[in-house]
């Protein structure tokens, strides 16, 4: 058995998110040197149960192993006809990860570094396509690129979402909203705190809102908070006071 070749697809479905339970099955495959075989593996995300079939295939002298890609499945357990499922493929060992696969599935946009074909870098924020499907009924990835001008720290700053505050917090929740997370955030307000969930939304470089039970709501409850909230009482009663002083010069303006 070719034992470097053994332990680069090991690293590689860790890197992956597939974790090292496969290791054992990995390597009596690979020993049988069997041409073809596959691994199945089962996750759990947000309740949602994923089954994942990864492929792996020998070269042409049998001496090394390729894992080319994987089917995943989010199972709906009350009826099989409203599973979800697509192929992924992994290219030297990098690709989507099970996480990922997970959150473009399951409706987000993941933000990840790829390669042209001339091998230059280069990110965007990709999507499936539920519209449009590939010869063999995979749904086709849209891909948002850089220049496309979706700017998610743009986008949340401004609404009053504490995590923003700190600096740790905040590389934290823009890490897990580029992974596809739906992550929660708390957003101050005049009437106290409430929390939320948001996920990138790329194609109309916004973000969508959830409430604590994962159901849609408008934005614009979000988006109202644009304005800093007033922290304190003595900042309340100068605003009621500085108002009518505000509404008179603006009925000046429209006298004059």
């Known amino acids: 058995?070719?034992?470097?070749?053994?332990?680069?697809?090991?690293?590689?479905?860790?890197?992956?998110?597939?974790?090292?339970?496969?290791?054992?099955?990995?390597?009596?495959?690979?020993?049988?040197?069997?041409?073809?075989?596959?691994?199945?593996?089962?996750?759990?995300?947000n309740h949602k149960t994923v089954d994942y079939t990864l492929h792996f295939k020998a070269g042409d002298n049998q001496d090394m192993y390729f894992f080319n890609k994987y089917d995943a499945v989010i199972n709906n357990k009350g009826d099989a006809a409203?599973?979800?499922?697509?192929?992924?493929?992994?290219?030297?060992?990098?690709?989507?990860?099970?996480?990922?696969?997970?959150?473009?599935?399951?409706?987000?946009?993941?933000?990840?570094?790829?390669?042209n074909l001339e091998g230059q870098k280069y990110h965007a924020w990709l999507v499936l396509d539920d519209?449009?499907?590939?010869?063999?009924?995979?749904?086709?990835?849209k891909h948002y690129h850089d220049a496309y001008g979706f700017d998610?720290?743009?986008?949340?700053?401004?609404?009053?979402i504490k995590e923003l505050d700190k600096s740790?917090?905040?590389?934290?929740?823009?890490?897990?909203?580029?992974?596809?997370?739906a992550q929660q955030v708390t957003i101050a307000g005049d009437?106290?705190?409430?929390k939320y969930f948001i996920?990138?939304?790329?194609?109309?470089?916004?973000?969508?809102?959830?409430?604590?039970?994962?159901?849609?709501?408008?934005?614009?409850?979000?988006?109202?908070?644009?304005?800093k909230p007033v922290n304190n009482l003595k900042q309340r009663e100068q605003q009621k006071e500085d108002a009518p002083a505000k509404k008179q010069s603006r009925k000046s303006k429209i006298h004059v």
């Open 1 to 45: 058995m070719n034992s470097q070749n053994s332990e680069f697809l090991k690293k590689s479905l860790l890197n992956l998110g597939f974790g090292d339970k496969l290791k054992a099955e990995l390597d009596k495959k690979i020993a049988a040197k069997t041409p073809e075989f596959t691994l199945d593996l089962q996750h759990e995300f």
């Open 82 to 115: 409203k599973n979800i499922e697509q192929t992924f493929y992994i290219n030297k060992g990098s690709g989507i990860t099970a996480k990922e696969a997970f959150n473009l599935m399951d409706g987000r946009a993941v933000y990840k570094q790829l390669h």
């Open 131 to 141: 519209k449009n499907l590939t010869e063999n009924g995979n749904k086709k990835i």
């Open 152 to 160: 998610l720290e743009k986008v949340i700053s401004g609404k009053g």
């Open 168 to 181: 740790k917090a905040k590389e934290e929740l823009m890490y897990s909203l580029k992974k596809g997370n």
């Open 191 to 194: 009437n106290g705190e409430k």
């Open 199 to 227: 996920a990138a939304n790329p194609q109309f470089k916004t973000v969508d809102l959830y409430d604590h039970q994962m159901k849609r709501i408008k934005r614009e409850e979000l988006l109202h908070t644009e304005q």
